[in-house]
């Protein structure tokens, strides 16, 4: 028992309160917080997502089905799993990377690192959206390079992929790089000094220790992939059928009044939202299943 905590069990026993005295509290408070709390969720989150629903299936059943037949609605789910499918694992393998070269070695610059991979934290979507557009766009600084060369990255899929992994490299490395922090270097300076390998120290004792962390990440930065609409919107220029995503699809449906096909493509996005929720609880159960059998 470290010094700290027993000058506070010494403490509480000196003035007859519980160690865990904090939790004591009337029952009534109780009951109003977690009131206050299942109210604010409801009203925010739970009855939002109802309306979703509820709006989305106005039409009846076959209006909903019919929206999801129009080729546009299809190129939009296809191109966001597209994008998702490109940023996802480059992110992972960025994000792994990073917080390896952050968590385990010293280096010049490392603080610099950390605080450029918050960069996309602290700058808007539609912010980056147009850096990109300055940086390739037909005026831009490369424009007129990759015009020459014949190369289209601003109002095409590259452009938005490239969007979309910006907004994105923050989640991978953020879920890692505290969690290798915490373990230190020994586990992999043992293994180096029983005769393994850079690969398969990291294969066989780095990843294991942070697998629950790494899919954490990954299905927070695919749930952002394909809900991202401020930097795809800059840079997609919204051609249909060719560079809209889903939720820039969702916009020019509402817009055009079309509120039913409107909602069921935004349904569609509110249910991979709510997979990916219990995707997340999952891990989250199964972490703490591997925790107390470690």
């Known amino acids: 028992m470290s010094a700290i905590t027993t000058i506070s069990a010494q403490r509480s026993a000196a003035i007859g309160h519980k160690p865990s005295a904090a939790t004591a509290e009337p029952a009534w408070t109780r009951r109003l917080l977690i009131s206050i709390s ?19 299936l106005r039409g009846g059943v076959r209006a909903y089905v019919a929206a999801f037949a129009d080729p546009d609605a299809r190129a939009a789910i296809r191109l966001t799993l597209l994008v998702a499918g ?14 390896w070269a952050i968590a385990k070695f010293e ?51 590259p452009g938005i992929v490239l969007a979309t992994v910006f907004v994105t490299f923050p989640f991978v490395a953020r879920e890692l790089i505290p969690l290798m922090q915490e373990q230190g ?43 991202e609409f401020g930097a795809v919107s800059v840079v ?18 509402y817009n055009e009044y079309n509120f039913v096909a409107a909602f069921a493509v935004a349904s569609l996005l509110a249910l991979l939202a709510l997979i990916t929720l219990a995707a997340k609880q999952l891990v989250l159960i199964r972490e703490q299943a591997a925790v107390r059998k470690g």
């Open 38 to 56: 299942l109210g604010f969720l409801g009203l925010f989150l739970l009855a939002p997502l109802l309306v979703v629903f509820a709006e989305a």
């Open 86 to 99: 490109i940023s996802v694992p480059v992110n992972l393998v960025f994000g792994v990377m990073a917080a």
């Open 107 to 157: 280096f010049r610059g490392k603080s610099v690192l950390v605080t450029l991979i918050d960069l996309p934290f602290a700058i808007s979507p539609v912010v980056s959206g147009l850096v990109f557009v300055l940086l390739f766009g037909m005026q831009g600084w490369l424009g007129p390079w990759l015009a020459a060369h014949d190369i289209r990255l601003i109002f095409a899929v």
């Open 185 to 227: 270097t020994e586990d992999e300076e043992a293994a180096l000094s029983l005769g393994a390998g850079g690969w398969q120290t990291f294969r066989r004792v780095t990843l294991p220790n942070v697998k629950w962390a790494l899919l954490y990440g990954v299905i927070l930065c695919n749930a952002r992939a394909m809900g």
């Open 236 to 253: 997609s220029g919204h051609v249909r059928g060719l560079t809209n995503t889903m939720p820039l699809h969702v916009e020019i449906l």
